[in-house]
């Protein structure tokens, strides 16, 4: 069994990307790892910041380490949150309040009710291993935000996330068709190429 490590403490994230993955590979993450600390996402772009975390993971741990950063996109808050989508309501925030400060910035605008809230998921993922960048990797999904939260599933801002072409959230959707339309599993089935075809080597 082959093993990757991924560079988060999000165990949502780290089942996501497991599933993915499948059953191949051992997934590890840095739940257990409480001395390595979070490297500071300095970055201008969501790149840049999957580069960093990638990086201060590889030069602690052997292995392949794959990191992520992502992010919600809203047309009528011009972009953000964007890179500062895990903490938009402060650097400890939880996913509540984060979907809570969003819903209350777009409820304060008075064409929300009246056209569709347009936005986008993007992911960005980085190999590292000894501290080198071995490729990144990319992906995004266009939706629309609802101002009502629904569903029980998935995290983040998942509940008030609608891709294109489907009536339902994230929150709502299955596992598996999520994983298909989502902006990680996007960037992932290129993460998964790549170690097809260089994993070995």
Not at 188 to 195: C, D, G, R, S
């Amino acid at each position: 069994m082959r093993r990757l490590i991924i560079a988060t403490r999000n165990r949502h994230k780290t089942r996501e990307l497991a599933a993915m993955l499948g059953a191949e590979w051992m997934v590890e993450d840095l739940t257990g790892r409480p001395e390595l600390p979070e490297p500071e996402e300095n970055g201008s772009s969501f790149e840049e910041n999957a580069v960093i975390k990638a990086v201060a993971a590889s030069r602690a741990l052997a292995g392949l380490v794959l990191a992520d950063d992502s992010g919600l996109e809203v047309d009528a808050l011009d972009g953000a949150p964007g890179i500062r989508s895990a903490r938009y309501a402060g650097e400890k925030a939880t996913d509540q309040e984060n979907r809570d400060r969003l819903l209350a910035e777009l409820a304060a605008l008075n064409h929300v009710a009246e056209e569709p809230v347009t936005a986008r998921f993007r992911c960005a993922m980085a190999m590292a291993d000894g501290g080198k960048v071995l490729g990144t990797f990319s992906g995004s999904v266009e939706g629309r935000i609802v101002l009502a939260e629904a569903g029980t599933g998935g995290f983040g801002y998942d509940p008030i996330f609608i891709p294109d072409g489907y009536s339902q959230t994230f929150a709502e959707l299955d596992g598996e068709t999520k994983n298909l339309l989502s902006h990680r599993g996007r960037a992932m089935a290129q993460v998964i190429e790549w170690l097809a075809r260089c994993a070995d080597r």
